[in-house]
């Protein structure tokens, strides 16, 4: 099987690469190979690929500055993304993309099943909906993961950023109100390529398994980097309120995301965020973190 990722240089598409299959022929592309401001470029490059699957892990993930740049959210997370669904239509290509907790609004407090309706209040969020109705009004078959707080040995994350924080800063302060699963890109690229090898269609949730607030990941994150010689001493971790840090984007206050279906559906165990944290730390070099 030969499968074309986009966005290979993300979090998501970095450990993509490094889980991939042996029985699967990748085509990593990321910018400038393709651009998804260019339509031509999309074109060229599936068109001299001739994949049989897709995996869409490129996005405009920049949810603050979304907010002034809802034309370039609007062209990377939803134009192209249509234009990607009709070129598979048209050449039967299985494509597979990934979504975010952004698509709701965060105003419920039971884990949001993939059959909830949508209710995204960002420009991000509206941006990431219109891609996935894009796929869902294209194409029969398709596959729609949707994940949230995701972090990476690779890339920039909350886990790095915390890390050297804690470094510099005397103490730090983290809201303590939203309420999510800090999710280890790598076990969700697993399950990516796990439901292409299981054939599994449709919209389905991904995290680790738990749930926390930022400031309980906080928390842990220093406790790990303790742990991993990654910080040599403690400091205090303040938890505060959301209107301490007011930003662009609204964040949903509960993103905890229903996995029970496709946890059914790929035959796997989840493991709980707390010891993802643990394994992805203990990759990080013992440096400081960048
Ligand atoms: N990060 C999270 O917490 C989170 C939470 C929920 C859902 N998600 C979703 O999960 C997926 C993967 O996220 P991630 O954290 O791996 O994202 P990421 O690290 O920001 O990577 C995004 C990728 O998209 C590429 N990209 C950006 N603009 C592009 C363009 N114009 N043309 C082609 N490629 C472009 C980037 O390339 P460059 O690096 O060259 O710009 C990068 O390789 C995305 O669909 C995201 O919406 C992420």
């Not at 085509?27 to 699957?53: E, L, Y």
């Not at 292409?196 to 949730?205: E, S, T, Y």
């Not at 742990?227 to 971790?237: C, D, Q």
């Not at 505060?240 to 206050?253: G, T």
């Amino acid at each position: 099987m030969k499968v074309l990722v986009f966005g290979a240089g993300g979090q998501l598409g970095w450990e993509l690469q490094r889980t991939c299959p042996p029985q699967v022929t990748p085509v990593f592309c990321d910018v400038p190979k393709v651009d998804f401001f260019s339509a031509d470029s999309i074109v060229q490059c599936i068109t001299a690929t001739r994949p049989d699957c897709i995996i869409n892990a490129a996005a405009y993930t920049a949810v603050d500055k979304a907010e002034q740049e809802p034309a370039a959210a609007d062209r990377i997370n939803h134009a192209a993304v249509r234009e990607i669904a009709e070129l598979c239509r048209r050449n039967s290509i299985f494509l597979t993309h990934i979504s975010t907790d952004f698509v709701f609004s965060g105003r419920h407090f039971t884990p949001y099943k993939p059959e909830d309706t949508p209710d995204p209040e960002t420009v991000y969020g509206k941006s990431k909906l219109a891609g996935e109705q894009a796929i869902v009004q294209t194409l029969d078959a398709f596959l729609i993961i949707r994940t949230a707080w995701l972090y990476s040995s690779h890339g920039s994350n909350f886990v790095k950023t915390m890390l050297r924080l804690m470094q510099e800063k005397p103490e730090i302060k983290v809201i303590d109100e939203q309420i999510g699963t800090p999710t280890w890109a790598y076990g969700l690229a697993r399950a990516v390529w796990t439901a292409l090898d299981k054939n599994i269609h449709g919209v389905f949730h991904w995290t680790d398994a738990g749930v926390a607030s930022w400031y309980d990941f906080a928390v842990a994150i220093q406790e790990e980097g303790i742990r991993a010689n990654l910080l040599e001493n403690t400091i205090p971790v303040m938890p505060v309120a959301s209107s301490q840090y007011p930003a662009p984007a609204k964040r949903p206050m509960y993103s905890v995301l229903d996995k029970s279906s496709f946890w059914h559906r790929l035959e796997k165990t989840p493991v709980h965020w707390r010891i993802q944290l643990r394994r992805m730390v203990k990759e990080l070099p013992s440096c400081h973190p960048k």
